[in-house]
């Protein structure tokens, strides 16, 4: 049995929607596959995406069971439940351990410059010809997940293989020109109800340096303005608790903006001498959109890390 499965912190719909869309795939090919996770689930995986989908599947991996990793390469953050010794495939778009796993499984270890691990994902159906065989709600998945890495295409990190991807699953989820602003208001509104929990279940511990906050967290919602003007004392209890040195990057995709919001003196100096931003109110805008994964390759916050 091939075991499917991704990081250890949390699922966010990257790694719930690859992992779940390339089991299947595995499946369809006669591999015997499972998408499997202890991680908790974030709120980038809206209710209508869990509803009616097979999803993940529990199962305790036994000794002949083997791993394949997707939107997770670091040895750092794997899923507890992965033996390194018996991984047999990578599909990653964070950059940091290409050396370890090409020196282990060459080809298999797909570690690219791409928006999406979806996307990846995506090539390996329109690979195998068995595109015809994926199912509506599993293409819907791999939709939401380039949607939410790229930040609606609009993030530097996206790809012509990106947009390839979208314009193909698109018509197999049967969703129009709408569904984007559509998932994005729907994760919001989820992030809105339980804004403490969100904020817990995306927020990254960074091993500690003097040029980067100890705690990144990112929120990727629709419009950031309702909840800059009403949650930031809640924002900043709850992220406070974690560590001192937090910075959250909240995303707004109608915007086309990020915010870093930072509660200390210390961090906000780190931050505005990394990213030449001003903050006032304890929030500075930025004037595009930005991931997690940008800032983290940018020298200054990848220094020591």
């Known amino acids: 049995m091939k075991i499917v499965t991704s990081g250890s912190a949390y699922l966010d719909i990257d790694a719930y929607a690859g992992c779940i ?129 790229t930040l609606n295409f609009g993030a530097q990190v996206t790809t012509a293989r990106d947009h390839a991807a979208y314009a193909a699953l698109a018509p197999l989820a049967g969703v129009g020109d709408d569904w984007p602003a559509a998932y994005f208001s729907e994760c919001q509104a989820a992030i809105e109800r339980d804004l403490g929990s969100a904020l817990r279940n995306d927020a990254k511990t960074l091993p500690p340096t003097a040029e980067r906050p100890a705690v990144l967290a990112q929120l990727v919602i629709w419009d950031a303005r309702r909840i800059m003007a009403h949650q930031h004392a809640r924002i900043r209890a709850t992220l406070g608790a974690l560590h001192a040195d937090w910075l959250l990057n909240l995303v707004s995709i109608d915007e086309q903006r990020s915010y870093f919001l930072a509660d200390n003196d210390a961090t906000r100096d780190k931050v505005a001498q990394a990213l030449a931003v001003e903050f006032a109110d304890g929030h500075a805008p930025y004037e595009r959109l930005i991931l997690r994964k940008e800032l983290m390759r940018m020298p200054a916050f990848a220094a020591g890390g």
């Open 21 to 149: 869309a390339c089991a299947e795939l595995l499946n369809v090919l006669g591999e015997p596959a499972k998408a499997v996770s202890s991680a908790p689930l974030n709120d980038s995986i809206c209710a209508s995406l869990r509803a009616g989908h097979v999803g993940l599947e529990a199962h305790v991996p036994d000794p002949r069971d083997t791993f394949v990793l997707v939107d997770v390469s670091h040895p750092a953050y794997l899923d507890p439940i992965v033996e390194v010794e018996r991984v047999v495939a990578v599909y990653d778009h964070h950059s940091g351990a290409e050396a370890f796993w090409h020196a282990r499984l060459g080809e298999r270890a797909r570690i690219e410059h791409v928006g999406a691990a979806a996307t990846q994902i995506y090539e390996g159906w329109l690979a195998a010809g068995a595109l015809a065989q994926m199912r509506p709600a599993t293409a819907k998945l791999l939709l939401a997940a380039i949607l939410d890495n």
